[in-house]
């Protein structure tokens, strides 16, 4: 039967080019929480500090070749972790697999992340609205993965002033972020009081990007 065929009921389309897979990271959930413990006790997060010397309200680390730094000079990539001087801990596999399949689930295929940036929420923590530019190539996608408590994201236009739409991410759910979407300011609401059975009064929020 080929009844089900062209039903996709878990794929939105938010606006142009980018995509929410609700709960699309729970087929591999056992192998991913394994691995996102494994990443944050290599390299343990901590709350970077902004060039204008306030520290972020999420706390953060990242896994693969490059990872995301914000210091007095300013946000980058960099191959070393600064807390330790060493390389990041290297991407596992079942988040790179995850995000090369949500990728082209959303149709960009061949996405081959190098950077993943990993987000930890405590309740009433946020993040501002802000565009995501320090990556070379604004052609490649940005796949974001949630886990953990709910959050509201809000998703802007491509100047700060445009009106904010709001969107809630659960536990599992991907994002996919392509094309003009892509450099669409964006931002986490304060997050509410809540509690995962397994991540307890957290969100976690895997962003994987092509950044070299
Ligand atoms: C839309 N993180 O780390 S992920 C970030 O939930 C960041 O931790 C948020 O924004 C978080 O930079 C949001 C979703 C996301 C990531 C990148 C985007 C949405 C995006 C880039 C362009 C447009
Ligand atoms: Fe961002």
Known sequence: MDLF??????????????YLLKSYALTNEKALLSDLEQA?????LRHMMTKM?????????????????????GYRYDMKDPATNKPWPVMPASFQQLATLAAAEAGFNDFQPDACLINQYQVGASM???????????????VSVSLG???????????RMDKTHKIPLM?????????????HFHGIAPLKMNTHPILGAYRYNLTFRKAG
Do not use: Y
Not at 62 to 73: E, K
Not at 174 to 183: E, M, P
């Open 5 to 18: 065929e062209n039903m996709q009921p878990n794929k939105l389309e938010i606006i142009k080019d980018a």
């Open 40 to 44: 944050v006790s290599q390299a343990p």
């Open 53 to 73: 010397g306030f520290a972020m309200s999420a706390a953060m680390t990242n896994c693969g070749v490059l990872g995301w730094v914000s210091d007095h000079q």
């Open 128 to 142: 501002g609205l802000h565009q995501d530019k320090n990556e070379l190539d604004f052609n490649q996608p940005i």
């Open 149 to 159: 408590i709910p959050a509201v994201f809000q998703f802007g236009g491509l100047n």
């Open 171 to 183: 536990h599992g759910d991907i994002v996919v972020w392509g094309g003009q979407s892509r450099i």
